[in-house]
Each structure stands twice: as structure tokens, then as C-alpha cells.
């Protein structure tokens, strides 16, 4: 069981059983390859989408594997797993992406996230950067035109 200090879901449940087998798998691939895996810091709860429900963000960068390479990531940068409450009994995937960073910012009520991935979606060499934004909405993270 993966620990969240300060942070307790509304909705009284556990992370998203998805991706609590997909951080369990990272750690199994990192452990396999010679290395100690250390998930903590993976999985982050918070209302991303500011519709008052908690929501979760799955940040594969985080995934510590001492003594080899993190599994989630690769020359594209590491996955990272935008996950929305439905309102009802589970959380959505609404974004799964290779990310060499990202950032959010909010204007009214607006909120974006700004990922920067290497250069491959946007028809660069990969060693360059494409720079996307997304609107957080109740229900899908929109690409911002």
C-alpha cells in the first residue's frame, strides 16, 4: 500500500485500482532489472480540475529504482497519468502521456496544465521540445487550440 501524507480521497476509497496495478507493475520491471523500487511519491491527490472532487495525478517520474533505470521513462520522458472523479464511483482516465515536464496554472476558474514532451508529437527531432497546453474541465483534459 502506497502512503498519502495529508491527503484522503472525499469520496472514501483508495487510489484508482488501475493504477495502483500499473505503479505495482513499474516497481515489479524495476525490481527485475536489478534495482530497489520505491513508489511513495508516485501517486498525488487533488482536486486538479476544480470541480470540488478529489482527483488523482500518477507522476511516473517519481518512481525511485535504485540501481537501474526508472522504468516509466524513457528518451521521450516519463509517463504521466491525469486521473478525474466521474461523480459517481471511480475516477477516469482523462490524460496518459510521455512528459518531460509540466506545470499548472489557473486564470478565474480556469485551470491548465502546460506539459513540454520531446520534439517526436510535433514532427521535431526528438532532442527538441513541443510545448502543449490543456484545459483541466470537469470531465477531460482539452487540448487548447
Same mark, same amino acid.
Given at each position: 500500500?502506497?502512503?498519502?501524507?495529508?491527503?484522503?480521497?472525499?469520496?472514501?476509497?483508495?487510489?484508482?485500482?488501475?493504477?495502483?496495478?500499473?505503479?505495482?507493475?513499474?516497481?515489479?520491471?524495476?525490481? =527485475?532489472?536489478?534495482?530497489?523500487? &520505491?513508489?511513495?511519491?508516485? #501517486? $498525488?491527490?487533488?482536486?486538479?480540475? /476544480? %470541480?470540488? @472532487?478529489? !482527483?488523482?495525478?500518477?507522476?511516473?517520474?517519481?518512481?525511485?529504482?535504485?540501481?537501474? =533505470?526508472?522504468?516509466?521513462?524513457? &528518451?521521450?520522458?516519463?509517463? #504521466? $497519468?491525469?486521473?478525474?472523479?466521474? /461523480? %459517481?464511483? @471511480?475516477? !477516469?482516465?482523462?490524460?496518459?502521456?510521455?512528459?518531460?515536464?509540466?506545470?499548472?496554472?489557473?486564470?478565474?476558474?480556469?485551470?491548465?496544465?502546460?506539459?513540454?514532451?520531446?520534439?517526436?508529437?510535433?514532427?521535431?527531432?526528438?532532442?527538441?521540445?513541443?510545448?502543449?497546453?490543456?484545459?483541466?474541465?470537469?470531465?477531460?483534459?482539452?487540448?487548447?487550440?
Amino acid at each position: 500500500m502506497i502512503a498519502f501524507a495529508g491527503f484522503a480521497p472525499a469520496h472514501g476509497e483508495e487510489q484508482p485500482e488501475a493504477i495502483a496495478e500499473i505503479i505495482a507493475e513499474a516497481a515489479q520491471v524495476c525490481r =527485475a532489472q536489478g534495482g530497489k523500487a &520505491d513508489t511513495a511519491a508516485i #501517486l $498525488h491527490g487533488d482536486d486538479l480540475n /476544480g %470541480d470540488g @472532487s478529489s !482527483d488523482w495525478m500518477a507522476d511516473f517520474a517519481r518512481l525511485k529504482c535504485e540501481g537501474a =533505470a526508472n522504468p516509466a521513462c524513457n &528518451d521521450n520522458g516519463c509517463m #504521466l $497519468h491525469l486521473y478525474f472523479w466521474d /461523480g %459517481d464511483t @471511480s475516477w !477516469d482516465l482523462v490524460f496518459e502521456d510521455f512528459v518531460k515536464s509540466y506545470k499548472f496554472s489557473t486564470s478565474g476558474t480556469t485551470r491548465t496544465m502546460h506539459v513540454t514532451t520531446s520534439g517526436i508529437p510535433c514532427n521535431k527531432p526528438a532532442e527538441e521540445r513541443c510545448s502543449y497546453n490543456y484545459h483541466l474541465e470537469k470531465d477531460a483534459v482539452v487540448p487548447v487550440q
